[in-house]
């Protein structure tokens, strides 16, 4: 017997405008408010989950069979309560389809009463809004991550300098612990505590893309060669590292530091993932998107692509869709905080990249960051080889930053080092006492937003007037940066909060040697 052939056997007579429900983009059905029972469905039935319409009519269990496990408590108890009240009602729920997907459906349904006899049935639409739910978490998720960055970025400011007042006062402690040696371990304690804390909240800036990133032209290569020992290290012996770069790789422009920091934990999670042992290969190429990828969120052009694939457990569906969430962990709370993933996802991000996650369980995993090409000679990236010892100078620095604990700890550490420090509170304060002093001024050391004059336009004013002057813009979160397209001058350098007093002197010789 035909689908068709149900639906007139089964159809009441009373549905003299059938063409005109079986039309409708919907499915349209009569139910038995006793059992449950479908007595009539339109044909889009078949199309809604891909079961035959004569299933839906002939099985006495196919309502709530096709309801999810972990929703049909719920759709009964629901279905029950509107016949027993004789209330239209509206029902979301998830189902399963033939092929064994998992849709979502809105069932809007009602008691009413039919022919002569004025029989109650239940009289129903299902429609299919797996898409609207998608949308929908979506957009929760957005909101979400969107509310948690807002938090991070208004933290920061304020977390951060209290973490560089200790890391510095630590460093300055450390230094001169060798006259009271037994000090050493409680500062080296308060020192840890405090790169922990800075580290925190480093990631949940990183997370929200608002991380401090010093961009240039790199080429991934060079940073995959310039880790393979801390990786090796790492991973211990009972993985095998396999390594696979394209020659002519396309330079990208990222923060190299931040990107050995993204492979760190790409590392670090793939160890986690294979606690037996296994492969973890890396490997580098160059990808053109003709059309964009929909589900990273990467529009079309060039990139140069870094896959990591790992041979461990794998993770299912849940696990992904929730891999990037800050404190998301499958580790238990003693073995991870979550903020690997959220880190790797937010410093690709607010490099123009995109991700993307390949995984089964039991089948291992891939990700591959794609970063867009630029048209740039790649930066060859080598730091400072200045020693300790080396850190020190005669020049004079101006130093401006309105917290003023950040403030007395940073010119301490700038006269014990022999720099001559002038001191402000702010942009204005700044400018007055640049005009009032005689001699020359070779570097200006300032904060970004403070009150009155923020750096960003102090550094534009002093420039003006004294072209040969250095600016090293000292910040918490990059909320507070120069925008490129704002800036006229050189590449601004910068130094993130909280810094040691050794990072701090290094970066002054830096930019002034530069």
Same mark, same amino acid.
């Given at each position: 017997?035909? =689908?068709?052939?149900?639906?007139?056997?089964?159809?009441?007579?009373?549905?003299?405008?059938?063409?005109?429900?079986?039309?409708?983009?919907?499915?349209?059905?009569?139910?038995?408010?006793?059992? @449950?029972?479908?007595?009539?469905?339109?044909?889009?039935?078949?199309?809604?989950? @891909?079961?035959?319409?004569?299933?839906?009519?002939?099985? $006495?269990?196919?309502?709530?069979?096709?309801?999810?496990?972990?929703?049909?408590?719920?759709?009964?108890?629901?279905?029950?309560?509107?016949?027993?009240?004789?209330?239209?009602?509206?029902?979301?729920?998830?189902?399963?389809?033939?092929? %064994?997907?998992?849709?979502?459906?809105?069932?809007?349904?009602?008691?009413?009463?039919?022919?002569?006899?004025?029989?109650?049935?239940?009289?129903?639409?299902?429609?299919?809004?797996?898409?609207?739910?998608?949308?929908?978490?979506?957009?929760?998720?957005? /909101?979400?991550?969107?509310?948690?960055?807002?938090?991070?970025?208004?933290?920061?400011?304020?977390?951060?300098?209290?973490?560089?007042?200790?890391?510095?006062?630590? $460093?300055?402690?450390?230094?001169?612990?060798?006259?009271?040696? @037994?000090?050493?371990?409680?500062?080296?304690?308060?020192?840890?505590?405090?790169?922990?804390?800075?580290?925190?909240?480093?990631?949940?800036?990183?997370?929200?893309?608002?991380?401090?990133?010093?961009?240039?032209?790199?080429?991934?290569?060079?940073? #995959?060669?310039?880790?393979?020992?801390?990786?090796?290290?790492?991973? %211990?012996?009972?993985?095998?590292?396999?390594?696979?770069?394209?020659?002519?790789?396309?330079?990208?422009?990222?923060?190299?530091?931040?990107?050995?920091?993204?492979?760190?934990?790409?590392?670090?999670?793939?160890?986690?993932?294979?606690?037996?042992?296994?492969? #973890?290969?890396?490997?580098?190429?160059?990808?053109?998107?003709?059309?964009?990828?929909?589900?990273?969120?990467?529009?079309?052009?060039?990139?140069?692509?870094?896959? !990591?694939?790992?041979?461990?457990?794998?993770? =299912?569906?849940?696990?992904?869709?929730?891999?990037?969430?800050?404190?998301?962990?499958?580790?238990?709370?003693?073995?991870?905080?979550?903020?690997?993933?959220?880190?790797?996802?937010?410093?690709? +991000?607010?490099?123009?990249?995109?991700?993307?996650?390949?995984?089964?369980?039991?089948?291992?995993?891939?990700?591959?960051?794609?970063?867009?090409?630029?048209?740039?000679?790649?930066?060859?990236?080598?730091? $400072?080889?200045?020693?300790?010892?080396?850190?020190?100078?005669?020049?004079?620095?101006?130093?401006?930053?309105?917290? =003023?604990?950040?403030?007395?700890?940073?010119?301490?550490?700038?006269?014990?080092?022999?720099?001559?420090?002038?001191?402000?509170?702010?942009?204005?304060?700044?400018?007055?006492?640049?005009?009032?002093?005689?001699?020359?001024?070779?570097?200006?050391?300032?904060?970004? !937003?403070?009150?009155?004059?923020?750096?960003?336009?102090?550094?534009?004013?002093?420039?003006?007037?004294?072209?040969?002057? +250095?600016?090293?813009?000292?910040?918490?979160?990059?909320?507070?940066?120069?925008?490129?397209?704002?800036?006229?001058?050189?590449?601004?350098?910068?130094?993130?909060?909280?810094?040691?007093?050794?990072?701090? #002197?290094? +970066?002054? /010789?830096?930019?002034?040697?530069?």
């Amino acid at each position: 017997m035909s =689908d068709r052939d149900h639906m007139s056997r089964h159809g009441p007579e009373r549905h003299r405008n059938t063409a005109l429900l079986e039309s409708l983009p919907t499915t349209v059905y009569e139910a038995d408010p006793g059992t @449950g029972r479908y007595l009539y469905v339109t044909p889009r039935a078949g199309n809604l989950l @891909g079961y035959p319409v004569s299933d839906w009519i002939q099985r $006495s269990d196919f309502f709530p069979a096709f309801v999810h496990p972990e929703d049909r408590a719920r759709v009964v108890r629901e279905r029950t309560a509107a016949i027993e009240h004789r209330m239209a009602t509206v029902i979301e729920f998830r189902a399963l389809a033939a092929d %064994g997907r998992v849709l979502w459906l809105r069932d809007e349904l009602c008691l009413s009463p039919v022919g002569e006899a004025e029989q109650p049935v239940i009289c129903g639409v299902l429609s299919d809004i797996t898409e609207r739910r998608r949308l929908d978490e979506e957009s929760w998720q957005a /909101r979400r991550l969107e509310a948690i960055g807002q938090i991070a970025g208004g933290v920061a400011h304020e977390f951060n300098n209290l973490m560089a007042t200790i890391t510095g006062y630590s $460093s300055l402690l450390l230094r001169d612990a060798g006259v009271e040696g @037994g000090i050493m371990r409680p500062v080296e304690g308060i020192m840890d505590s405090a790169v922990r804390g800075a580290a925190l909240t480093r990631q949940l800036l990183a997370f929200s893309r608002q991380q401090i990133l010093d961009p240039v032209a790199v080429n991934l290569n060079v940073v #995959l060669h310039n880790i393979g020992s801390v990786l090796g290290s790492m991973l %211990g012996e009972d993985i095998r590292v396999v390594t696979s770069v394209q020659a002519d790789l396309w330079p990208i422009r990222a923060d190299p530091g931040q990107l050995e920091q993204v492979l760190l934990n790409l590392a670090r999670n793939a160890r986690d993932a294979m606690p037996d042992g296994g492969t #973890l290969t890396l490997e580098t190429t160059n990808v053109t998107l003709v059309q964009p990828d929909t589900t990273a969120d990467i529009p079309p052009g060039s990139y140069a692509q870094l896959a !990591i694939t790992d041979t461990g457990c794998g993770m =299912d569906e849940e696990t992904q869709a929730r891999a990037f969430e800050p404190f998301f962990s499958t580790k238990g709370g003693e073995h991870g905080s979550g903020m690997g993933l959220p880190t790797v996802h937010g410093v690709t +991000k607010q490099s123009g990249g995109g991700i993307k996650i390949t995984s089964a369980p039991g089948t291992g995993t891939t990700i591959r960051i794609l970063l867009p090409r630029v048209d740039a000679t790649p930066e060859t990236g080598q730091g $400072s080889a200045l020693q300790p010892s080396e850190l020190h100078g005669t020049e004079t620095i101006m130093l401006v930053e309105d917290e =003023d604990a950040v403030r007395e700890m940073a010119e301490e550490v700038l006269t014990r080092a022999g720099y001559r420090a002038l001191t402000a509170p702010d942009g204005l304060e700044a400018l007055r006492r640049c005009d009032a002093h005689g001699g020359p001024i070779h570097l200006v050391v300032t904060d970004v !937003i403070m009150p009155r004059l923020g750096g960003v336009t102090l550094a534009r004013w002093l420039t003006a007037s004294r072209p040969e002057l +250095k600016i090293l813009f000292i910040s918490g979160y990059a909320g507070e940066l120069v925008n490129d397209s704002t800036w006229t001058g050189p590449r601004p350098q910068l130094l993130q909060k909280p810094f040691t007093t050794d990072e701090l #002197l290094r +970066k002054i /010789r830096d930019v002034l040697a530069s």
